[in-house]
């Protein structure tokens, strides 16, 4: 997002359409904001013309889908003179969920989902192999919660109706 900070009622909205888009209608938005119901839609469409809405989409259990085991896979080049172009070479395994560059001993973490620990094995090989990295890997045994978007100290917080038009 390139435009000017956004202001108390941008966070509030932003904050009510993570909780639940789904079922946030514009009169929902407005009652619970404060602003007329055309406001708060013109203030959706706003951010999501400034990208601070990049996307609308459903989140899916990774149990139901069949892909319950998640794993955090570090990932270093063998040759530390290669190009670092390991993305590139692994955004075609759909397993992977998540790519973080990052700083200390390994130059990728990696989010992945699989059925089990012999699909995890298969995808480890695949991993080394299209990235020529070594591999270091640490399997979740639970996950208390996820999902959660940053934006911004105390967006629950916000009064309704704070914050102007």
Known sequence: ?????????????????????????YADLARDTGLSTSAAHQRVRRLEQRGAITSYAAVV??????????????????????????PAHLEHLREIEACHSVAGDESYILTVRVAGPGELEVLLQEIRAAAHVSTRTTVVLSTPWEGRQALGPQDDDVPAGEGGT
Not at 61 to 84: E, H, M, N, R, Y
């Open 1 to 25: 997002m390139t435009d000017a900070a956004l202001d108390v009622l941008d966070r509030r909205l932003l904050a009510l359409l993570v909780r639940d888009g789904r079922r946030r209608s």
């Open 61 to 86: 259990d990774p149990v139901t889908a069949g892909v319950p085991l998640t794993a955090f896979v570090s990932i270093k080049p063998i040759d530390p003179a290669a190009p670092d172009d390991a």
